[in-house]
């Protein structure tokens, strides 16, 4: 079985009080998530779909993957070097992939 995971990262939380109620936590169940499990489908279209397991989850990258990987007892966790982030932040390998790669109990093979 081949589980992917996408993770949506919740908003920062605004230090102005008259902002925070507008603030709302995308749902993986409504439309947003499906739209994406829908996406991420299309780009495995040639993938056995009895055999594709497409997973979307609000929380914080790296310990959802970590979480996830070790809810679904997977045998190798495999993630990309660098993000979408700013590219100075992190020179080698992303901050999400450190942290998984420092947290992770499953092996991780990273992605250039």
């Known amino acids: 079985m081949l589980h992917t995971l996408t993770v949506l990262e919740p908003p920062t939380a605004l230090p102005f009080g008259f902002l ?61 070097a660098r993000g979408l982030a700013n590219p100075a932040v992190r020179l080698l390998v992303g901050s999400v992939t450190d942290k998984v790669l420092r947290h992770s109990q499953r092996p991780v093979t990273v992605i250039p």
């Open 20 to 80: 925070d109620s507008t603030v709302t936590i995308p749902s993986v169940t409504g439309a947003h998530g499906e739209e994406v499990q829908n996406l991420v489908k299309s780009l495995h279209r040639d993938f056995p779909q009895d055999r594709l397991d497409v997973l979307v989850k609000v929380g914080r990258a790296a310990d959802t993957i970590v979480s996830q990987s070790e809810i679904l007892n997977v045998d190798l966790v495999v993630i990309g």
